[in-house]
Nanobody, 117 residues
Framework: QVQLVESGGGLVQPGGSLRLSCAAS????????MGWYRQAPGKERELLAR???????NYADSVKGRFTISRDNTKNTVYLQMNSLKPEDTAVYYC???????????WGQGTQVAVSS
């Protein structure tokens, strides 16, 4: 059974930081490209950051320079370090895994991030 379990969300003041984690099980983690998405109320889900099996990263313009994605294949976990948070970063954040061979995709259940003073 595949599980992607996000954690680390919460309420933070503008300018603050959070670190999200996504622990994966039931997949060959090292074979999966991992991504972080978010969805704000009334908006479409958007891709924020991706990291390939080889460690190459790319970011949406909206988070470039503020967010950092990383992975630890020994822990089957992907992280999203979020700095300089803004109120517009408020959303539910989702972890995504895509197998590089089968292209099967899995999603986590999401974790809420709220940025407010």
């Amino acid at each position: 059974q595949v599980q992607l379990v996000e954690s680390g969300g919460g309420l933070v003041q503008p300018g603050g930081s959070l670190r999200l984690s996504c622990a994966a099980s039931g997949i060959i983690f090292s074979r999966n490209a991992m991504g972080w998405y978010r969805q704000a109320p009334g908006k479409e889900r958007e891709l924020l950051a991706r990291i390939t099996t080889g460690g190459t990263t790319n970011y949406a313009d909206s988070v470039k320079g503020r967010f950092t994605i990383s992975r630890d294949n020994t822990k089957n976990t992907v992280y999203l370090q979020m700095n300089s948070l803004k109120p517009e970063d408020t959303a539910v954040y989702y972890c995504n895994a895509r197998d590089s061979i089968t292209y099967v995709t899995f999603w986590g259940q999401g974790t809420q991030v709220a940025v407010s003073s």
